[in-house]
């Protein structure tokens, strides 16, 4: 007979002869021992954490253990009989049905393993993990007989261990668990360094090969059964890998996987993390095999069975599990009681008190102490079972110390990663630089809960680091660590965290804090894709009993990393913004030093916008004249003098002052960062001790010296290149407006010297035109008007015969009229007597009138008051018009000119329109090229009243010119 079937049939006629009264037994004492030996056999039973059921074909429970009570809440009469497919899931019962099937089909005693949800009586249902074994042709069992075990608690622990698995995927790599990713068709695209220890290979060699492919024969079947079976509906999936090494050492891994699918459900990759299951397995397989040897089901329970007095606490009986749970062999802990063991008493008081009242105690934790005195955690389960007349207990405990301190582990790193989100989120939300260094320093020490905090930017260019920021380390910012110096060198020079435990008497601790008073310290590297940022250091004092761990080593590690990207992000800003300002400033510069060409704006706005870039004290601009002599003309600052305009009187000799004459020689920049060391500084102004820091730069444009620009700092050494670099660059824009300026204010010289000529000048020809005009009006007009009545009183004289003479005489008499008028014509042309004692009005009408009879052209001249003109803008006029109707006689063609005389806005206008041919259209306004000969000595005249000229004309739409003269000029 198998030993199995053995083993049910002894478990039969052993629960019948503790159960059943013997009845050839009549002595009360042995009828109590049987009894009392039936209760111990119950407990067993009934107060384990299995339960143990007989299952008919008919899925009927023939059998069901006590134990049913306090693990399901149902008793053993209520299921006995029931079919057990009611207990079942509704979602299970097939997966229940068939394994049930297949096992009776089978025949044999092949064992059947399978998780199913179990019903509680309170209607929640709990994981349960069932084993079994068909004894359907056992004469007394006849049926399936199955053990079950609670994996509620398993389940939910793996379940949450999942569900925080993404939180962690930064830990990965540090991962105790095996873990990896891979396609479909079993490709690994990802191992961490756990899953690459288990092949001794190396992430690079494992990536890329096919671990189902890599399989033989059956294993490679069942691999790629269970890769093909991940779908929507089956994302994850548990299965248990076995391994033999070359060495014939067998290992058993458990895979948990699951299903990375798209948005159209399909599988495009699976993750897996695994875990060395061996002990587990071994545990199981020891299970087993006490469930096949009754015998020895007591001492191979995995869990930890003892036997004691409730009163004592004495040990009655225990199993090798109980005694190595708390440290101790099973001999030392006979001798010893179950008092002792508890780490707090009033856990182990609350514990009997309740076990006294209700007669059991159900998975309470409870805290142990091993006999090394660690401090250990166990579930324990205990029912108070009478046995002869001392009441003992019977208490199943479990080790759970190492999910205890997982799940402790787990909080921890919960609470750390919330941390570090948080502390992330805030560093992102920072790009002022200086209040970012701040938060860094104050947030390791509210994380690490340390209470000195410090951070060193690191000088690549250098090979050093500064201390940035610090709390109440006992060193100064701006300090500088060589590289490899103290705490913070070290870890830039190792590009790792450094922990030490006593800095006083740590070896490479810095000479200039050999003395502080710092006990523990830690520091890690601030690295930005392998880019060394900076160091971010914390530390103890000397009475602080604080040590650093290798956790606080992890954290900081993980908090200057995220401080690392977020420093280098807010510089970046910082980079960014400053070259925005400085890029704004030199354009509006530009801007100021082209918006003007008046030399001292220009000066003025020039020295503004560079204290934008450059924060002078004082600054001047010097300008050479007289050969090497330097004479200031514009300055700004020098608030704090006691007589800031003593800087404007200044002039120097260049060939008197070495720094000047290498300026000027060697055409560069020149900077002393301290003048009162320098032995060539020139002190002689009544404050140029204020003067420490001086900065100079030549002014140069189109290749001429033109000066020079000076900047002074009473901090010495304050000028920086990039201070240099800025003045350097604005000052060939500054020399250029400057020499533009100097231009312009000698072309507006020369241009107002030539209008006063050409004043002048117009003024002489009027005065001459004036002279010219009387002469001809009464000189030559009185002479021609004599030799007219002479000649008419000489024909009057003359016979009547003959008539030729007559008519010779009548024709010298028309001729001198004709030249009479004609005397008197010019001499209205070149200066109208009339301009003098007439209006202004009748003056311009008479003109019009007298061009409408000779040309016959009319001429339209609506009548309107005229203001009161001076003599230039009456001359200017009467020659606009002069000039505009003889080119509108010689070019013009036309039928009809219309003249008006009028004011808008401040301004007389006087337009001459006429209907002729027209002309290409010109600019408005004049200018050369514009007009004739004629009208460019109106638009002359007329820019010396301060007024213009303007001509509208298109072909064949007729001309319009316009003359304006400010009211001013009237």
């Known amino acids: 007979m198998p030993q199995s079937n053995r083993f049910k049939v002894f478990l039969d006629q052993m629960w019948r002869a503790l159960t059943e009264p013997h009845p050839g037994i009549h002595d009360p004492a042995t009828r109590r021992a049987q009894e009392h030996s039936a209760d111990y056999f119950r407990a067993l039973t009934e107060y384990s954490n299995d339960l143990i059921a007989v299952i008919q074909p008919d899925a009927t429970l023939r059998y069901i253990s006590p134990s049913i009570q306090h693990l399901l809440g149902y008793a053993p009469d209520e299921l006995t009989g029931e079919s057990v497919l009611k207990l079942v899931h509704p979602d299970d019962v097939p997966a229940a049905i068939h394994a049930l099937q297949e096992r009776l089909a089978e025949g044999g005693v092949a064992p059947v393993r399978m998780e199913l949800r179990v019903r509680h009586k309170d209607g929640d249902y709990r994981a349960y993990e069932l084993r079994g074994n068909n004894q359907l042709t056992h004469p007394l069992i006849q049926g399936l007989i199955v053990n079950a075990r609670d994996i509620t608690n398993r389940q939910r622990a793996a379940e949450a261990l999942r569900a925080s698995e993404a939180r962690y995927r930064a830990l990965v790599e540090d991962a105790g668990e095996m873990i990896t990713r891979y396609a479909p068709d079993g490709t690994l695209t990802f191992v961490n360094a756990a899953y690459s220890r288990l092949f001794g290979k190396t992430p690079a060699e494992l990536i890329g090969t096919n671990f189902v492919e890599q399989r033989a024969g059956e294993q490679r079947a069942q691999l790629r059964h269970f890769v093909d079976a991940f779908s929507v509906a089956t994302p994850i999936q548990t299965y248990e890998f076995r391994d033999e090494a070359p060495n014939g050492t067998v290992r058993w891994r458990q895979w948990i996987d699951r299903a990375l699918l798209d948005e159209n459900g399909v599988v495009v990759e699976i993750q897996g993390v695994g875990r060395d299951i061996t002990a587990l397995k071994l545990a199981e397989e020891e299970l087993r095999k006490s469930e096949q040897k009754f015998s020895k089901f007591f001492h191979a329970n995995p869990a930890g069975i003892g036997i004691g007095e409730i009163r004592t606490g004495r040990f009655l009986d225990m199993n090798e599990r109980y005694a190595e749970f708390f440290g101790y062999t099973r001999e030392e802990l006979m001798q010893s009681s179950a008092i002792d063991l508890w780490a707090d008493p009033r856990d182990r008081d609350g514990v009997i008190a309740q076990l006294r009242e209700t007669g059991s105690v159900r998975n309470v934790e409870g805290r142990f102490r091993r006999k090394t005195g660690e401090i250990i955690y166990g579930l324990l389960s205990m029912e108070a079972v009478p046995l002869f007349e001392e009441p003992v207990a019977i208490a199943m405990l479990i080790d759970i110390t190492e999910r205890k301190r997982a799940e402790v582990e787990l909080a921890r790193r919960a609470s750390e990663f919330q941390a570090l989100y948080e502390v992330g989120r805030d560093f992102a939300e920072l790009q002022d630089l200086p209040k970012l260094l701040q938060t860094i320093v104050e947030r390791a020490e509210h994380l690490l809960r340390s209470s000195n905090g410090a951070m060193f930017h690191y000088d690549p260019a250098q090979q050093e680091l500064e201390i940035t920021y610090t709390t109440r380390i006992p060193t100064n910012r701006g300090m500088r660590?060589?590289?490899?110096?103290?705490?913070?060198?070290?870890?830039?020079?190792?590009?790792?965290?450094?922990?030490?435990?006593?800095?006083?008497?740590?070896?490479?601790?810095?000479?200039?804090?050999?003395?502080?008073?710092?006990?523990?310290?830690?520091?890690?590297?601030?690295?930005?894709?392998?880019?060394?940022?900076?160091?971010?250091?914390?530390?103890?004092?000397?009475?602080?009993?604080?040590?650093?761990?290798?956790?606080?080593?992890?954290?900081?590690?993980?908090?200057?990393?995220?401080?690392?990207?977020?420093?280098?992000?807010?510089?970046?800003?910082?980079?960014?913004?400053?070259?925005?300002?400085?890029?704004?400033?030199?354009?509006?510069?530009?801007?100021?030093?082209?918006?003007?060409?008046?030399?001292?704006?220009?000066?003025?706005?020039?020295?503004?916008?560079?204290?934008?870039?450059v924060p002078y004290d004082g600054?001047?601009?010097?300008?050479?004249?007289?050969?090497?002599?330097?004479?200031?003309?514009?300055?700004?600052?020098?608030?704090?003098?006691?007589?800031?305009?003593?800087?404007?009187?200044?002039?120097?000799?260049?060939?008197?002052?070495?720094?000047?004459?290498?300026?000027?020689?060697?055409?560069?920049?020149?900077?002393?960062?301290?003048?009162?060391?320098?032995?060539?500084?020139?002190?002689?102004?009544?404050?140029?001790?204020?003067?420490?820091?001086?900065?100079?730069?030549?002014?140069?444009?189109?290749?001429?010296?033109?000066?020079?620009?000076?900047?002074?700092?009473?901090?010495?050494?304050?000028?920086?290149?990039?201070?240099?670099?800025?003045?350097?660059?604005?000052?060939?824009?500054?020399?250029?407006?400057?020499?533009?300026?100097?231009?312009?204010?000698?072309?507006?010289?020369?241009?107002?010297?030539?209008?006063?000529?050409?004043?002048?000048?117009?003024?002489?020809?009027?005065?001459?035109?004036?002279?010219?005009?009387?002469?001809?009006?009464?000189?030559?007009?009185?002479?021609?008007?004599?030799?007219?009545?002479?000649?008419?009183?000489?024909?009057?004289?003359?016979?009547?015969?003959?008539?030729?003479?007559?008519?010779?005489?009548?024709?010298?008499?028309?001729?001198?009229?004709?030249?009479?008028?004609?005397?008197?014509?010019?001499?209205?042309?070149?200066?109208?007597?009339?301009?003098?004692?007439?209006?202004?009005?009748?003056?311009?009408?008479?003109?019009?009138?007298?061009?409408?009879?000779?040309?016959?052209?009319?001429?339209?001249?609506?009548?309107?008051?005229?203001?009161?003109?001076?003599?230039?803008?009456?001359?200017?006029?009467?020659?606009?018009?002069?000039?505009?109707?003889?080119?509108?006689?010689?070019?013009?063609?036309?039928?009809?000119?219309?003249?008006?005389?009028?004011?808008?806005?401040?301004?007389?206008?006087?337009?001459?329109?006429?209907?002729?041919?027209?002309?290409?259209?010109?600019?408005?306004?004049?200018?050369?090229?514009?007009?004739?000969?004629?009208?460019?000595?109106?638009?002359?005249r007329l820019g010396l009243l301060g007024g213009r000229l303007e001509i509208d004309s298109r072909p064949g739409a007729g001309t319009r010119i316009t003359a304006w003269v400010p009211v001013e000029a009237r």
């Open 481 to 613: 660590i060589k590289i490899g110096e103290g705490l913070s060198g070290r870890v830039a020079q190792l590009r790792a965290p450094v922990r030490v435990t006593d800095y006083a008497t740590w070896e490479h601790r810095w000479a200039k804090t050999a003395r502080v008073n710092l006990r523990a310290a830690i520091g890690a590297p601030m690295l930005y894709a392998g880019e060394l940022i900076g160091v971010l250091q914390l530390a103890e004092d000397q009475e602080s009993p604080r040590v650093f761990t290798q956790a606080d080593e992890r954290l900081l590690a993980l908090l200057a990393t995220q401080a690392a990207g977020a420093v280098r992000n807010a510089r970046l800003f910082e980079q960014e913004q400053r070259a925005r300002q400085i890029a704004e400033t030199l354009r509006r510069a530009g801007s100021a030093l082209s918006a003007s060409l008046n030399l001292q704006t220009v000066l003025h706005s020039f020295l503004s916008e560079l204290r934008v870039l």
């Open 619 to 940: 600054a001047n601009v010097m300008f050479l004249e007289r050969g090497d002599w330097l004479v200031v003309v514009a300055a700004a600052g020098y608030t704090g003098w006691s007589n800031p305009d003593v800087i404007r009187a200044i002039t120097l000799d260049v060939k008197t002052l070495p720094h000047l004459r290498h300026l000027f020689s060697a055409r560069e920049s020149v900077t002393i960062a301290d003048t009162h060391l320098d032995p060539g500084w020139n002190h002689r102004l009544a404050e140029g001790e204020k003067i420490r820091n001086w900065l100079g730069v030549p002014l140069i444009a189109g290749g001429e010296i033109l000066g020079m620009l000076s900047c002074d700092k009473a901090t010495p050494g304050f000028f920086t290149a990039e201070h240099i670099r800025m003045v350097e660059a604005l000052a060939p824009q500054a020399a250029a407006a400057m020499q533009n300026a100097r231009l312009f204010d000698q072309i507006n010289d020369q241009r107002n010297r030539l209008r006063l000529l050409a004043h002048q000048a117009i003024n002489t020809q009027e005065r001459e035109r004036a002279r010219v005009s009387r002469e001809l009006h009464d000189q030559a007009g009185q002479t021609l008007t004599a030799l007219t009545i002479g000649l008419a009183m000489i024909e009057s004289d003359l016979p009547k015969k003959p008539a030729t003479l007559r008519a010779q005489m009548a024709d010298v008499v028309d001729m001198a009229n004709t030249t009479l008028e004609d005397v008197r014509r010019l001499a209205r042309a070149l200066r109208p007597p009339a301009l003098d004692a007439a209006s202004f009005d009748l003056v311009l009408r008479e003109h019009c009138a007298e061009f409408t009879r000779r040309t016959r052209l009319p001429v339209a001249f609506p009548s309107i008051e005229i203001p009161e003109l001076s003599d230039p803008a009456k001359t200017t006029l009467y020659r606009f018009l002069q000039e505009a109707l003889t080119n509108i006689l010689k070019h013009a063609h036309a039928k009809q000119v219309s003249v008006e005389l009028n004011t808008r806005e401040r301004m007389l206008y006087f337009s001459v329109q006429d209907d002729g041919q027209g002309m290409a259209q010109r600019p408005r306004g004049g200018g050369a090229g514009t007009t004739g000969i004629g009208l460019l000595g109106i638009e002359e």
